[in-house]
């Protein structure tokens, strides 16, 4: 079990920057790879990023490519996604998830259904 608490989420104008954190319970976080999604305002929840159990391979959805940053700390039970030059699309509910990820699985999975556990979510707004 994961367990699952996002923050830094805000109301920023356009062109200016968060820091999204998920802090994960539980002492398998490393076994987990994690994800970030979004639902914007009557829209499907759809995924931004995602980062494997080592950190070593990312996944970026091309709407935000070059301007988002996943990150992972194994140590601390935290991935992090940086977001830089928002745009008023970019404005929904953030949220952290956890895909559990047999030793022998190879690659990042991106749909919503792979992935177990779920935070609350975070709201981020920018405004134009």
């Known amino acids: 079990q994961v367990q699952l608490v996002e923050s830094g989420g805000g109301v920023v104008q356009a062109g200016g920057s968060l820091r999204l954190s998920c802090a994960a319970s539980g002492r398998t976080f490393s076994s987990y790879n994690m994800g970030w999604f979004r639902q914007g305002p009557g829209k499907e929840r759809e995924i931004v990023a995602a980062?494997?159990?080592?950190?070593?391979?990312?996944y970026y959805a091309d709407a935000v490519k070059g301007r988002f940053t996943i990150s992972r700390d194994n140590a601390k039970n935290t991935v992090d996604l940086q977001i830089n030059s928002l745009k008023p699309e970019d404005t929904a509910i953030y949220y952290c998830?956890?895909?559990?990820?047999?030793?022998?699985?190879?690659?990042?999975?991106?749909?919503?259904?792979?992935?177990?556990?779920w935070g609350q979510g975070t709201q981020v707004t920018v405004s134009s």
């Open positions: 998830a956890a895909d559990y990820t047999p030793p022998g699985l190879i690659g990042l999975r991106v749909g919503t259904s792979n992935y177990e556990y």
């Open positions: 980062v494997s159990r080592t950190g070593r391979s990312t």
